[in-house]
């Protein structure tokens, strides 16, 4: 059917001649010629609603559906300034400093500094120094006999911000700390400088006053170490490949694994070690993530490495290089997969079997390790727990073998603070350290980890993101709900919280912000409904569409091109008739 | 003349000696860089291993899937970090002679199903929906950990797929297929969200070097059974069974890779040289151009093992000893072993009850 013949409403026929108007009749002329003119005008009118409405709206509605992202602000988050900033307040003691300059507390003094990493948001540590003069009480703790004393009394009555730090500066002569040692680390946020009576005191003392916050707090390794797998250079120093990576929660399992239970009874107490010297590391460290605790016991697991005789000790040893090939035939059997989401560490006590009774491991050099234990980043850590032989007196398999948890908690504790990257501080010289407590953490060993933490979480956030804005640049069909869009927004502004927060100094806030931001940019990037669709290729989109829109665009194109022929012809006879 | 010889002499044999410690050192040196900076940076390995026919007749499909399954455990990677994938299950097919077997060798020499088959994705599972979706990590928050590729940015992840394809496309279940855009865009989604450090691809199929060509993303090996326009063929039927038991490629990369034990120092040129084109029929190719590391540097146990690193804690925590408390809870052990009765089943089947209860109640029912 030609879109001209429509007005006329007469059975399509193929032969018929175009244009009608030469073979009808003169009486018929004007009303064909009305027919034609409307004719035209529908045709034109067809393809008009055809080219302007129709291909708009199919386009639209064959689109893949894309909620609004925030395109700019993500690309602006990779050229965050992020400014860590640690307000330290430092309290002079009665003759610490020349009386003069102790009339002009107090006051501020900021030091800021650019770490030099080459990463692409640029990161600037800012230690916020606030002076001031010591309270009564302060100046009495600071007159006792042993500085772990008068730290332990300045610390009671308020409780310490978390990433705020207080540094107690005393007189030059005073007893409180040994003759040679110029500061003291304590192991609650607080620690104590000598003065000096000279005429630069302030400079030289806020000298260091920054050294010793620098070692408790925020140093270029520190941050090297968060951001190792985003910085590009040295892949390959251990140091950096071993802390675990941030995550909302961690699983700890203790195993104890026995090979030979017909000669060993082994009974260990993991209860009440895990309540009296795991749950207080625990509980230090519960700011960091939710992490859970539990243990089973293993008979007949052995390890999958024969180990050698050494006739000089009359003992068994496992070489140094046979230690990798020991996990993996017992990880299988942990069971560590059917815990739980969260990364898990397990750290596994092998009591050796009888026949292969004492076994060492031996480091590198031969020599024996004095823990009896090693670890492997970011999976957990092995120690061996070898029988004491008094116990075979009785000469009855089997012996009953009681562990002692302390000294193997001690093992795993410091493993377990290996494993998050709880790393040893570089203390300034001459600086008197106290060592972990009972707790095994130090407070502001969590801000560092705190800290370090945060910037991993900003840095996975930003990347995630921003590998998300990419990935919808490159794969033309993947889908954004307004949910997963919702989440991006969320995950955006909780970055530009947590920088805001980390610029003011409230680490605890800046941490769950951190937090927060990471957990929405993960939800986004992997919501099951970014699939991208199944890839079509060209060709089969062409033939799905062709045999819908070709019977339709034919007549119209056809009926356009004969409207043209004929305007061209009427404007060209006025010509040939002149 | 003799005056200025001798110092000429006493110099030269110095200087060749300062010459070659500098060497020496330079090479020690050197070499313990080129060491470092060869070794690969991964803590972990991953497999993923994956059938995608299925029927009775594409029973070497599964026994080629489940040898490189048996290597890749024995050469130290868990099954915790293995994803098997297997399209029809063959072990307990009807039509199996042997039941709960699926032989790779003629002369059912070598059974690859064993006790322990730990099989994620099976049957109808197994499409290409669920594959991309363990590939780029978009699963259901439903999924259990066992489904799932929890690979990190210092992951090598091994990736085996096997089945009928064609040129650019794989078929998976005899219904649909997955184009070597999409593998190579879910390889692209992959690298943004860092979830490999390397990867090995590893095709055995009709024309498995068409899978390939498009892939774009760094860090990418790839291996194929066969060229663009060349069929992979199967390697021999066995009569007992009935049908053809392993492909030819899969079969000599099985052979190749038993040799290898988890210390080995075989490297990737090795592997590119397994089946030639006499025993294969087939060329297979191979695909390193993306990849950063010299072939002739990467182990096989860099993808087919999972060696960890491991150091030795040299540290302790010093922690206070509470013997109190210690002694007390010992007593308590005690006690609470010595008290505790042995315990006994109940009874399962309380035959006299049941019966004396019908009894009673029958007498009950009687007399209303």
Known sequence: MRASDWGRRTQPRLSEPVLPEASMAAPGAAATDLEVVRGKRAALFFAAVAILLGLPLWWKTTETYRAPLPYSQISGLNALQLRLMVPITVVFARESVPLDDQQKLPFTVVHEREIPLKYKMKIKCRFQKAYRRALDHEEEALSLGSVQE??????????????????????????????????????????????????????????????????????????????????????????????????????????????????????????????????????????????????????????????????????????????PHVINPVESRLGSSAASLYPVLNFLLYVPELAHSPLYIRDKDGAPVATNAFHSPRWGGIMVYNVNPKAYNSSELPVRVEVDMMRVMEVFLAQLRLLFGIAQPQLPPKCLFAGPQSEGLMTWELDRLLWARSVENLATATTTLTSLAQLLGKISNIVIKDDVASEVYRAVAAVQKAAEELASGQLASAFAASQEAVTCSERAFFDPSLLHLLYFPDDQKFAIYIPLFLPMAVPILLSLVKIFLETRKSWKKPEKTD | MGATCIPSGALMSLAGILLLSFCSLATYQFEDQAEQFFRSGHTNNWAVLVCTSRF??????????????????????????????????????????????????????????????????????????????????????????????????????????????????????????????????????????????????IIDTCQGASMYERFYSPNIMALASSQVGEDSLSHQPDPAIGVHLMDRYTYYVLEFLEEINPASQTNMNDLFQVCPKSLCVSTPGHRTDLFQRDPKNVLITDFFGSVRKVEITTETISLLSDPGVMDNSYREDRVDEESTEPLEYAEQLPVAQIIHQQISKQSHARNF
């Open chain 2, 56 to 201: 009775w007749f594409n029973y070497r499909h599964v026994a080629n899937t489940l040898s490189v399954y048996r290597s890749v455990k024995r050469l130290g990677i868990p099954d915790s970090h293995i994803v098997l994938m297997l399209a029809d299950d063959m072990a307990c097919n009807p039509r199996n002679p042997k039941p709960a077997t699926v032989f790779s060798h003629k002369n059912m020499e070598l059974n690859v199903y064993g006790d322990d088959v730990e099989v994620d994705y099976r049957s109808y599972e197994v499409t290409v929906e669920s594959f991309l979706r363990v590939l780029t990590g978009r699963i259901p928050p439903s999924t259990p950990r066992s489904k799932r590729l929890l690979s990190d940015d210092r992951s090598n992840i091994l990736i085996y797929m096997t089945g009928h394809g064609g040129n650019g496309f794989l078929k998976f279940q005899d219904s649909e297929e997955i184009t070597n855009i999409e593998l190579a865009d879910a390889f692209e989604q992959m690298w943004q969200k860092r979830r490999y450090n390397e990867l090995l691809f």
């Open chain 1, 150 to 323: 008068a730290a332990s009394m300045l610390t009671e009555p308020q409780k310490q911000v978390e990433g705020s730090l207080t540094v107690y500066v005393i007189s030059e002569h005073s007893s409180l700390l040994p003759q040679d040692m110029m500061s003291y680390i304590g192991p609650k946020r607080t620690a104590v400088v000598r003065g000096l009576m000279h005429r630069e005191a302030f400079n030289i003392i806020g000298r260091r006053i920054i050294q010793v916050a620098q070692a408790m707090s925020l140093t270029e390794d520190v941050l090297a170490a968060a951001l190792a797998d985003h910085l590009s250079e040295d892949k390959w120093s251990s140091d950096k490949r071993r802390p675990l990576k941030s995550s909302l929660g961690y699983e700890v399992t203790f195993s104890l694994l026995n090979p030979d239970p017909k000669s060993h009874d082994v009974h260990w107490d993991i209860e009440g070690a895990v309540q009296r010297y795991v749950q207080p590391f625990l509980n230090t460290l519960s700011v960091a993530g939710n992490i859970s605790v539990d243990s089973q016991i293993l008979y007949y697991a052995v390890l999958g490495v024969n180990p050698r005789f050494d006739p000089a000790s009359s003992s068994y040893y496992l070489a140094a290089h046979s230690l």
